[in-house]
């Protein structure tokens, strides 16, 4: 290859693990046996927060599409349902096509959540100018009060409405999104790590599938699409124990590894780069878009999570109630967990304990319901009575 040839190339790359197969034929090795796992300490008198947040679903996907309102082109990018941590660098690159591919130079981005910030990031790496406006940042946002971890399915979307573009779509958004959260790890106050996950069953894995389906629709949740047959293979094969491997007290143990976003040092890091980068933020609350025509910038993202639904019309945006139960961090639990009635997972910030409330779907309740907490950790704590040492 010629010179000319070698400088239009990038001059380095990394590729995610995504979607690549393995290139050799690979032999079946031993399941490494499980280290010693520390107890929870799974008391009620340990809770330190109990948060309440709405996840902007909606039925047909995230919207990430520019429109023209007034004499501003505005980028849409809201409607992430439970996946929005997950996918938000993903989404982010395609709304910087549509921003910048105008030509501006200064955008203004309508609010501070993980879309909003992972956005302005993306668009300042494009070599914009970045203004964030919004009612409120971190951490007094919906996304401060998310779970942390990569779930890029979580109610992305209904089923019905699960298409082979879309599901192209959503694969390039977690491909991208993936790789970009690798570059945050191993950082200071650990933003993003990753780590082991076990998930225990009393039942077989299909069968217990079936049940959560049950459970699922008798809490009134609707069909949504689980995008398997798009599904990039972006993290390690679980892996299911035998008895005698797991210290747990249940037939069925799976292993698997699991990104975690520590939100606390995440979304401060995410603050930082921004102002680092010479943005600006504004405290600014928008009652109707047409308030948007006072803003210096042409070129607008509108990345207001359910808050589009007042201030762009969108009601096809449902909120679905989502409670965390946090304990005071035990930085030597290392390890998720999973089981009937409660899920955990080990933050640098706490120990985050949920389940699934009875009437979620559609509900904009932000009162923390403390008896949901507590049985999520009555299950937990049965779990880790039962454990063997
Ligand atoms: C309990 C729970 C657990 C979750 N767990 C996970 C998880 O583990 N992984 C994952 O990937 N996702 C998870 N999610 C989903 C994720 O949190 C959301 O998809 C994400 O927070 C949406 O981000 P956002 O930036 O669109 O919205 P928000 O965080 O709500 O940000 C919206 C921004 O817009 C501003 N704004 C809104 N309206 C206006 C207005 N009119 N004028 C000015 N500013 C305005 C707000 O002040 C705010 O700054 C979870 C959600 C919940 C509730």
Known sequence: MGLLGLRAQALARADTAAAVSSAVEWPAGPVLPVPPLARVNARPDRFIRMSVGLRPFRPAGPRVEAERVGEKLVVHNYGHGGSGWSLSWGTGAEVVDLALGSGARAVGVIGCGAIGLTTAL????????????????????????????????????????????????????????????????????????????????????????????????????????????????????????????????????????????????????????????????ETRTFHRAGELAALPESTLVNATGLGARELFGDRTLIPVRGQLGVLIPQPEVDYGLSGAGFSMVPREDGLVVQTSGERDFGSDDLTPDRAESEGALLALAHVMRGMRA
Not at 182 to 193: D, E, I, K, N, S
Not at 199 to 213: C, G, I, K, T
């Open 122 to 281: 993306l668009l300042q790496r494009a070599g914009a100018k970045v203004t964030i406006y919004a009612k409120d940042r971190p951490p007094l946002v919906t996304s401060s009060y998310a779970t942390g971890v990569w779930s890029p399915v979580s109610r992305f979307c209904l089923k019905s409405f699960e298409t082979p573009a879309l599901g192209r779509r959503w694969a390039d958004w977690c491909v991208r999104s993936h790789g970009d959260f690798q570059t945050f790890l191993g950082l200071p106050g650990a933003p993003v790590r990753w780590v082991d996950r076990y998930a225990l069953s009393d039942v077989p894995w299909d069968e217990q599938r079936l049940l959560r389906q049950a459970e699922a629709r008798e809490r009134g949740e609707p069909e949504f699409a689980n995008m398997r047959d798009f599904a990039p293979s972006l993290t390690p094969e679980p892996e299911d124990l035998a008895e005698g491997v797991h210290p747990f007290p249940a037939p069925f143990v799976r292993r698997s590894a699991n990104m975690v976003f520590n939100l606390t040092a995440l979304s401060r890091r995410l603050m930082d780069d921004f102002l680092l980068n010479g943005g600006q933020m």
